[in-house]
Structure formats: structure tokens, C-alpha cells
């Protein structure tokens, strides 16, 4: 077992007392960047970049649900992502497989009663996937204490194509009228139907975008860069972050 560094633990103790104090954010969004070069960093093949980042989320879930954030968005694999080599889309979709798989069974999914939902354009995913993820959104379906929201085959601006497609259908039904479609009907037929707003998302890898990732949910999310790869983010860089969040004053434009 991996021993940590004295300075390392006291640093993680001070940060957590300062955060424990204030709100926390109820909602995060992660965008898990950076694991191919981990992987490089390491002198490891790319396809281990993943492996390590996928365990990292069983990491963050538990740093999150220990200090009381309620709602976890992950973006997991993007509509973009179809374009990389097919070798690593593969691997990737076996990893997801995988890992959706275990979490069927997974004690701490269990314990705290964590709904999982995956979001994205599902129809474009093996066959192999989609009937895990009916597995375990069936098997969390009641869970109601936290949620985790995995995003795969996601994109922000499908999101809302998605969206608008499902209105104009309403709309041709008689089941809405033009008049009475506004921001909030736009935000009922998203994928994140229900579900409050980010409060704070994370980036790692030193990118500074939101590449696609929710973009109407963020409209005033607070965003956090860290140039940590995703693989080797740290209970100390969610403290961090949140600390950061509790520092900003929040005006929602007013």
C-alpha cells in the first residue's frame, strides 16, 4: 500500500476543515481529460491511460459523496470521440461495458443508494452497451440519495438539437403551443430532464473549454481548470476546487 507523504496528509487535512464549513456545490460536472497522456507521461500504452482513469471515478464518487455533493456528471466519451482510432473507440467501449457492469454490484452503489443514468445519443452505441446500461439504470431505477450521471456518446449541441426536435414534434401535435415554449420547456426535454443545473464543473489536463459538454446546463456553472491529467487527480484537487467554488459570489447575472 502506497504510503502518503506527511505534508500531503496535513495540506488534505487543512483543506478539508475550510471546506467542510461552507455550501457545497450540489451538482458537478467532470470532464475527465488527459488520459492518453498520463499514459504517455508514464511510458504506459494509451489504452492503460483509460483503465487508470476509469478507476479514478470510483475515487471521486467517494471524495464527493463524503462531503455531501448530491448530483455527479461525468463526460465519459463524446459524439467527437467516434472519430479517434478504432482500435482505441473499442477499447474504450469495452472498458465502458465493463465498468457499467461492476457497477451493477458495486457495494458503494449500493450502499448509498446511487441512481445511475447514462445521457447522450444512445442509439449510435453497440448493441453490448446499451443493454448494460438498461441493466444498471434498472437496477438503480428507486435509488434516490445521490446521483450519477454518465455521459457517453454525448454532445452539448446534439443535446439540444435532441431537445428542439422533441418541442417541434409537441408542437406539431397540439401538445404545445409555439407561444408556450421558453427556456424552461427546452430544459424539460434535455437529457438532464429534472435534474438542477451544474453548480461547478471541473476540467483537467490544463484544457480550458467546455468542449461540448453541457453547454445550456453550465450558463452559470462555475468552471475549474486544473493542468492535472485526469489518472492522477487527487482528493486535495476536488478540495480545491470546491474551496474555489465557496470563494466566488454567485449573481447569476443580476
Not at 112 to 132: A, F, M, Y
Request: proline residues 4%.
Amino acid at each position: 500500500m502506497k504510503i502518503k507523504n506527511p505534508i500531503y496528509t496535513i495540506y488534505e487535512n487543512r483543506l478539508w476543515k475550510q471546506v467542510k464549513k461552507f455550501p457545497k456545490p450540489q451538482h458537478i460536472g467532470v470532464i475527465l481529460d488527459g488520459n492518453r497522456r498520463f499514459a504517455r507521461k508514464k511510458g504506459l500504452d494509451e489504452k492503460d491511460g483509460h483503465a487508470f482513469g476509469a478507476q479514478k471515478v470510483e475515487e471521486l464518487l467517494n471524495w464527493s459523496w463524503k462531503i455531501g455533493v448530491k448530483i455527479i456528471t461525468i463526460y465519459a466519451f463524446s459524439t467527437e470521440n467516434f472519430s479517434r482510432a478504432p482500435e482505441e473507440v473499442q477499447r474504450i467501449m469495452e472498458l465502458l461495458v465493463e465498468k457499467l457492469h461492476q457497477l451493477r454490484s458495486e457495494p458503494l452503489i449500493v450502499k448509498n443508494k446511487v441512481k445511475v443514468k447514462v445521457i447522450g445519443r444512445r442509439e449510435t452505441l453497440p448493441d453490448k452497451i446499451n443493454k448494460s446500461i438498461d441493466e444498471i439504470e434498472e437496477c438503480t431505477k428507486d435509488y434516490d440519495n445521490f446521483q450519477l450521471n454518465i455521459a457517453i456518446s454525448y454532445g452539448g449541441r446534439a443535446e439540444i438539437v435532441d431537445a428542439v426536435k422533441k418541442v417541434i414534434k409537441k408542437v406539431q401535435k397540439n401538445e404545445l403551443t409555439l407561444e408556450e415554449v421558453d427556456e424552461k420547456v427546452i430544459g424539460n426535454h434535455l437529457y438532464t430532464e429534472g435534474l438542477p443545473d451544474p453548480d461547478l464543473i471541473i476540467r483537467t489536463s490544463g484544457e480550458e473549454r467546455l468542449s461540448g459538454f453541457l453547454l445550456w446546463q453550465s450558463a452559470y456553472s462555475e468552471l475549474y481548470f486544473t493542468d492535472i491529467y485526469w489518472p492522477a487527480f487527487r482528493k486535495i484537487d476536488l478540495w480545491r476546487a470546491i474551496r474555489i467554488f465557496q470563494q466566488r459570489e454567485r449573481r447569476y447575472g443580476k
